[in-house]
């Protein structure tokens, strides 16, 4: 049968796009998988949409033309409704994760949760039983498998150019303002109220590592503690809010205003990687912004720099204008001082593991990079592989051991977030569905178990001060419950 897009033409009809119902219609939902949505009409159309934040809702209805009766304050009633689509996104936070995914595949829809797909052993294991029980798609959005740069990685392991692999040190270099943003002031920064860092920021690491072996840990554990982002580390005078008069304003890297209205540290770290016109634009940006806006009314290049209002501006605040952002840091979660936060999530923790075929690994994960990235070094018995997963770019280095040969592989994708893997990760889940090519998903939910399995390990491994044998975790999952009880303080 033709194909158009990745999608099944049945006789001479064009295909029709998946019909889709979003829950939670949030920074994921509404800004990347909504997105995808208006600029791909013909592979997937949002039919109903359950969110709470009426703003947020009423946006995502007008931009997907979703009637009033489709529109929902929360997934209970949408799902309590006979199916009204094939497929369903969840991409409420992660603490609300189970519940929604059980029922909707229960009732009768294919899912495509965010990851993590919960923050316990035992719900992610009952996700994985319902999807194999109920024969319903389930896809855990691993956005890292969906990119250039580690399909590429994957492929050169794959056809055997560095000999044997003998160790892979792995390093999620969290930048310090993204750190504040996230894990200090922002959604993650608790672990009883979202997840352990090292599940809510590194399951993708985690399950990259488990996909480039193809292989899984026989044992590992785990170092780490929540170092910096504490009441003792605060400059002195520091008020509870940046704009209420700090001493530091203008020393202090985590200066609210400084991250989010000039916007430096998001335009340096991106000019780091990236390359030609809008790496100059990036840099002008923090030199002479004056000339950016300029060139703003001109090139919707610098324009995308001059009146940038995405990620991390749009979670201050929805629309985020000027002023609303202003009013946000003023008074909002995002303008406190980083060090008089309730923050508890680690600010660095260190995973060691052994593979079963022997190859040892380390994740190192820390919230205090100048630049953000992924760096990967592989050594094998016959070459060398270094790695750099940024904001602005990609590449990938294999140096051979007897004949010096370097070769470099360009790995950037700037089409969509995370090097492309979101626009991946979305377009696989349309054909896996419309195509009926579930071979399309590069995970199915039990392969994504795995990292998950690992996380909570290497959590009990940290607190526990121990080495974790996977062999005995897989059967025995976790202590932890929600809340995790089995914090240990610093
Ligand atoms: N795949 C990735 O690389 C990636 C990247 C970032 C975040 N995430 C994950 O995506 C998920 C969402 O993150 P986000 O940044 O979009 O969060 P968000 O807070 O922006 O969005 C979540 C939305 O869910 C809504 N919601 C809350 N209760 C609801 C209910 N009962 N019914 C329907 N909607 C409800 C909230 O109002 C909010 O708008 C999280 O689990 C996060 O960890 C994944």
Same mark, same amino acid.
């Given at each position: 049968m033709p194909m158009v897009n990745g999608l099944l033409v049945l006789g001479d009809a064009m295909p029709k796009p998946l019909q889709a119902i979003l829950i939670g219609a949030g920074q994921r939902g509404g800004d990347v998988y909504g997105a995808y949505a208006l600029r791909h009409p013909d592979q997937i159309r949002f039919v109903a949409v359950a969110e709470p934040d009426e703003e947020r809702r009423a946006r995502f209805a007008d931009q997907h033309k979703i009637p009033t009766e489709h529109q929902f304050s929360s997934w209970e009633p949408l799902l309590a409704r006979l199916p009204l689509a094939r497929a369903a996104l969840i991409c409420t936070q992660d603490q609300e994760h189970t519940a929604p995914a059980l029922a909707a595949m229960q009732f009768g829809y294919d899912v495509l949760l965010?990851?993590?797909?919960?923050?316990?052993?035992?719900?992610?294991?009952? +996700?994985?039983?319902?999807?194999?029980?109920?024969?319903?798609?389930?896809?855990?959005? %691993?956005?890292?498998?969906?990119?250039? %740069?580690?399909?590429?990685?994957?492929?050169? +392991?794959?056809? #055997?150019?560095? *000999?044997?692999?003998?160790?892979?040190?792995?390093?999620?270099?969290?930048?310090?303002? %993204?750190?504040?943003?996230?894990? &200090?002031?922002?959604?993650?920064?608790?672990?009883?109220e979202s997840a352990p860092m090292i599940l809510a920021k590194c399951c993708h690491d985690l399950d990259i590592l488990v996909w480039l072996m193809d292989d899984r840990p026989r044992h590992l554990s785990s170092v780490g503690d929540l170092r910096h982002y504490r009441a003792e580390n605060a400059p002195s005078g520091a008020p509870h809010h940046c704009l209420d008069g700090c001493p530091a304003e203008d020393v202090c890297p985590y200066y609210a205003p400084f991250i989010y209205e000039d916007l430096y540290p998001l335009w340096r770290n991106f000019a780091e990687g990236a390359k030609g016109f809008p790496k100059l634009v990036a840099q002008a940006k923090e030199r002479v912004p004056g000339l950016v806006k300029a060139l703003g009314m001109v090139s919707a290049g610098a324009r995308r720099v001059s009146a940038?209002? *995405?990620?991390?501006?749009? &979670?201050?605040?929805?629309?985020?204008?000027?002023?609303?952002? %202003?009013?946000? +840091?003023?008074? #909002?979660?995002? *303008?406190?001082?980083?060090?008089?936060?309730?923050?508890? &999530? &680690?600010?660095?923790?260190v995973v060691a593991m052994q593979f079963e075929s022997g190859p040892s690994a380390t994740l190192t994960m820390h919230g205090h990079a100048h630049v953000e990235g992924r760096f990967t070094r592989i050594q094998g018995s016959r070459a060398e592989l270094q790695a750099e997963f940024g904001l602005g770019g990609a590449w990938i280095e294999v140096r051979q051991h007897r004949g010096g040969e370097k070769k470099r592989y360009d790995t950037s994708d700037r089409g969509s977030g995370h090097g492309g893997g979101d626009d991946r990760l979305m377009a696989a889940f349309v054909k896996s569905l419309s195509a009926g090519d579930e071979e399309a998903a590069l995970s199915t939910a039990r392969q994504a178990l795995e990292s998950h399995l690992m996380a909570f390990a290497a959590e009990e491994a940290r607190i526990g001060e121990k080495v974790v044998r996977m062999k005995d975790f897989r059967l025995r999952g976790d202590t932890r419950r929600r809340h995790g009880d089995t914090r240990r303080k610093k």
């Amino acid at each position: 049968m033709p194909m158009v897009n990745g999608l099944l033409v049945l006789g001479d009809a064009m295909p029709k796009p998946l019909q889709a119902i979003l829950i939670g219609a949030g920074q994921r939902g509404g800004d990347v998988y909504g997105a995808y949505a208006l600029r791909h009409p013909d592979q997937i159309r949002f039919v109903a949409v359950a969110e709470p934040d009426e703003e947020r809702r009423a946006r995502f209805a007008d931009q997907h033309k979703i009637p009033t009766e489709h529109q929902f304050s929360s997934w209970e009633p949408l799902l309590a409704r006979l199916p009204l689509a094939r497929a369903a996104l969840i991409c409420t936070q992660d603490q609300e994760h189970t519940a929604p995914a059980l029922a909707a595949m229960q009732f009768g829809y294919d899912v495509l949760l965010e990851k993590p797909m919960a923050t316990t052993a035992e719900e992610c294991r009952q +996700l994985v039983d319902a999807a194999e029980e109920t024969g319903r798609q389930l896809h855990i959005c %691993h956005v890292l498998r969906y990119t250039r %740069h580690f399909q590429t990685m994957r492929d050169i +392991l794959r056809a #055997g150019e560095l *000999g044997e692999i003998i160790t892979v040190s792995h390093r999620e270099n969290v930048s310090w303002w %993204h750190m504040a943003h996230s894990f &200090v002031r922002g959604n993650w920064r608790r672990e009883g109220e979202s997840a352990p860092m090292i599940l809510a920021k590194c399951c993708h690491d985690l399950d990259i590592l488990v996909w480039l072996m193809d292989d899984r840990p026989r044992h590992l554990s785990s170092v780490g503690d929540l170092r910096h982002y504490r009441a003792e580390n605060a400059p002195s005078g520091a008020p509870h809010h940046c704009l209420d008069g700090c001493p530091a304003e203008d020393v202090c890297p985590y200066y609210a205003p400084f991250i989010y209205e000039d916007l430096y540290p998001l335009w340096r770290n991106f000019a780091e990687g990236a390359k030609g016109f809008p790496k100059l634009v990036a840099q002008a940006k923090e030199r002479v912004p004056g000339l950016v806006k300029a060139l703003g009314m001109v090139s919707a290049g610098a324009r995308r720099v001059s009146a940038y209002r *995405g990620w991390p501006r749009s &979670v201050v605040v929805t629309n985020p204008t000027p002023e609303r952002l %202003h009013e946000a +840091l003023k008074n #909002g979660p995002y *303008g406190r001082c980083v060090y008089h936060c309730d923050n508890d &999530v &680690v600010d660095h923790q260190v995973v060691a593991m052994q593979f079963e075929s022997g190859p040892s690994a380390t994740l190192t994960m820390h919230g205090h990079a100048h630049v953000e990235g992924r760096f990967t070094r592989i050594q094998g018995s016959r070459a060398e592989l270094q790695a750099e997963f940024g904001l602005g770019g990609a590449w990938i280095e294999v140096r051979q051991h007897r004949g010096g040969e370097k070769k470099r592989y360009d790995t950037s994708d700037r089409g969509s977030g995370h090097g492309g893997g979101d626009d991946r990760l979305m377009a696989a889940f349309v054909k896996s569905l419309s195509a009926g090519d579930e071979e399309a998903a590069l995970s199915t939910a039990r392969q994504a178990l795995e990292s998950h399995l690992m996380a909570f390990a290497a959590e009990e491994a940290r607190i526990g001060e121990k080495v974790v044998r996977m062999k005995d975790f897989r059967l025995r999952g976790d202590t932890r419950r929600r809340h995790g009880d089995t914090r240990r303080k610093k």
